[in-house]
């Protein structure tokens, strides 16, 4: 697995503000709503999920968290719970991740 400060540095390059992510999990795939890239910075990246009343900012330090165990979460080999343990932005960050790998 690549090394994650690489990962992060492509990651917010490519992120431009305006940059829809639809929601993906690896059970389900592709599901409802996009959400929405407001800003990518060396610390963080704020989204624009539909129905939540601010954008969320989302910590360079959770994106680590999760990206440590993102193989065995998308080969089905780590419960979504663990996940969602690390962080409240499991959701965004799922989905992210994987724009990331397959899309950007």
Request: negative net charge; aromatic residues 14%; proline residues 5%.
């Amino acid at each position: 697995m690549d090394d994650f400060e690489s990962v992060w540095n492509e990651m917010i390059t490519a992120l431009k503000p305006g940059t829809e992510i639809r929601h993906w999990n690896p059970y389900n795939g592709y599901l409802g709503e996009c959400l929405t890239i407001v800003t990518s910075s060396p610390e963080s990246i704020a989204v624009d999920p539909p129905r939540v009343w601010d954008y969320q900012l989302i910590s360079k330090n959770d994106f680590e968290k999760v990206w440590n165990v993102w193989g065995e979460y998308k080969d089905l080999h780590l419960e979504r719970r663990t996940i969602r343990d690390l962080t409240d932005h499991h959701k965004y960050i799922i989905s992210i991740l994987h724009w990331y790998e397959f899309e950007a």
